[in-house]
């Protein structure tokens, strides 16, 4: 069974960066692709960023060109640089597989954008 546990989530100013990481514990993680999806207070959860075993990358419009997804298969931990970051930007951000059936989802991680 694989845990997934996200971090690096805080507050952070209109325009600043984090980078937001996902570590997997047991095995089968380096052969799925995997996603960073993000839910806002009264929204459904939705993808936002996707990568391939190979490393091919797809983003959601909305974050196109100021995040980036990336991974460490040896590590089994999958990145988020999330980059000129908006107030909309707010959500509680979660990483799992992008595709089906998914492991079971870990608590996330906060991320909120305030001046």
């Known amino acids: 069974q694989v845990q997934l546990v996200e971090s690096g989530g805080g507050l952070v100013q209109p325009g600043g960066s984090l980078r937001l990481s996902c570590a997997a514990s047991?095995?089968?993680?380096?052969?799925?692709?995997m996603g960073w999806y993000r839910q806002a207070p009264g929204k459904q959860r939705e993808l936002v960023a996707r990568?391939?075993?190979?490393?091919?990358?797809n983003y959601a419009d909305l974050v196109k060109g100021r995040f980036t997804i990336s991974r460490d298969n040896a590590k089994s931990t999958v990145f988020l640089q999330m980059n000129s970051l908006k107030a909309e930007d707010t959500a509680v951000y979660y990483c799992?597989?992008?595709?089906?059936?998914?492991?079971?989802w870990g608590q996330g991680t906060q991320v909120t954008v305030s001046s």
């Open positions: 990568i391939t075993l190979g490393g091919s990358t």
């Open positions: 047991g095995s089968g993680f380096s052969i799925y692709p």
């Open positions: 799992n597989k992008a595709i089906y059936p998914q492991y079971s």
